[in-house]
């Protein structure tokens, strides 16, 4: 079972356009962190929520975490080549402290 | 550039044999993860190690085993591998645990086959 599931799995779009990603689960989590995987690297750490509804922004950017601390969103604006990559949610879970990953979103950016 | 090293890069190994990956944190970190991502899936957490000790395990077998240094280097130990081991090996290190604040550094990984 999949405790985070991303959707879409794959994500192509023109360079320029909007796109939103998600990230849900029917689990309660402490807190959620959203990475960006390239090729060859380990994934990088772009943002960490907290509160349910909270909204964080990074340049064009914007992550929300849901009022109830089960789903979170990352929209892109604007979206750009080097945007391309694997887009990772990751839960810190309520009872145990561990973290659980999402399988991704691949993202492609066309120039 | 996270200053997180792994080692090998790029390893083959026969079902049944064993293998250490090893992992150098970033100075100062006194807790690394370890986590094994297979192909097309997120990275599963195998277990946590804080000041030289186990902290937290994923739902990994004990062949999966692993130590930390006071160096702040750590290595991960599978045993009597299968084929389904072969994924990419990644190490994490932090400063610490804090529930609202684990930021977490990762290592570029080992790319592991068993054949």
């Known amino acids: 079972t999949q405790l985070l599931e991303q959707s879409p799995q794959f994500l192509s779009i023109q360079e320029g356009e909007n796109l939103t990603v998600y990230c849900n689960s029917s689990s309660v989590f402490s807190s959620l962190q959203w990475y960006r995987q390239e090729p060859g690297e380990g994934p990088v750490l772009l943002v960490t929520?907290?509160?349910?509804?909270e909204v964080k922004k990074l340049k064009r950017l914007t992550f929300q975490f849901g009022d109830a601390r089960k789903d979170s969103s990352l929209h892109i604006t604007a979206a750009q080549p080097g945007d391309t990559g694997l887009y990772l949610c990751?839960?810190?879970?309520?009872?145990?402290?561990?973290?659980?990953f999402g399988k991704g979103t691949r993202l492609h950016i066309l120039p | 550039e996270t200053g997180v090293t792994q080692s090998p890069t790029h390893l083959i190994k026969t079902r049944g044999q064993q293998v250490t990956l090893r992992c150098s944190s970033q100075s100062g970190h006194n807790t690394v993860s370890w986590y094994q991502q297979a192909l097309g899936q997120g990275p599963q957490f195998i277990f946590q190690?804080?000041?030289?000790?186990?902290?937290g395990r994923g739902n990994f077998p004990p062949r999966f085993s692993g130590l930390q240094f006071p160096n702040y280097s750590s290595e991960l130990n599978v045993n009597a591998l299968e084929l389904d081991d072969s994924a990419l090996y990644l190490c994490?290190?932090?400063?610490?645990?804090?529930?609202?604040?684990?930021?977490?550094?990762f290592g570029p990984g080992t790319r592991l086959t068993v054949t």
């Open positions: 190690y804080y000041r030289e000790e186990e902290n």
């Open positions: 994490a290190s932090s400063l610490g645990w804090d529930r609202n604040s684990y930021e977490q550094y």
């Open positions: 990751a839960g810190l879970m309520n009872r145990d402290d561990k973290i659980i």
């Open positions: 929520v907290v509160t349910g509804g």
